[in-house]
């Protein structure tokens, strides 16, 4: 019984593992002569989400009658809600991975950009003293 009250979702568990888990619970317990109905089941698995399932179980207590409500729709509504996240999720990683490349790009770009800008100065240095050099010996013919 301890199992069953101290039931909830595991870290990185997904919905199908979850409910095969609170399941078997279950079934143990029926053996030892504790039937749990399929109603406090359901608000078992239910109440067992992480927080970050709020959403989902608010909705699903305002549209669906929980009496009624079998553990594989609600399974089901899960299982939908669930991709949902995990596509969230990969959508974030692949934004997060694209930052991190582009952040590397960049300072790789920085850093042959400053190596082209020290080089273009050397040499903008060069061609302006020899121009200054040119002027000033035109400028001694001149005179």
Do not use: C
Not at 50 to 56: A, G, I, L, Q, R
Not at 73 to 86: A, H, K
């Amino acid at each position: 019984m301890q199992n069953y009250e101290l039931f909830v979702m595991k870290h990185n568990e997904s919905i199908r593992d979850m409910i095969i888990r609170s399941t078997n619970i279950i079934n143990e317990l029926s053996t030892l002569g504790n039937e749990i109905l399929v109603e406090d089941h359901v608000r078992k698995v239910m109440t067992s989400l992480p927080s970050t399932w709020k959403p989902k179980t608010t909705a699903i207590e305002k549209t669906k009658n929980l009496s009624t409500l079998t553990l594989e729709d609600l399974m089901g509504s899960l299982m939908v809600y669930e991709l949902g996240l995990q596509e969230k999720q990969d959508a974030e990683n692949v934004r997060k991975e694209r930052g991190i490349s582009l952040k590397e790009r960049e300072e790789e770009y920085s850093e042959s950009e400053s190596e082209d800008e020290i080089s273009m100065f050397k040499q903008f240095g060069k061609v302006y003293r020899q121009f200054k050099n040119n002027k000033n010996k035109q400028g001694k013919k001149n005179f």
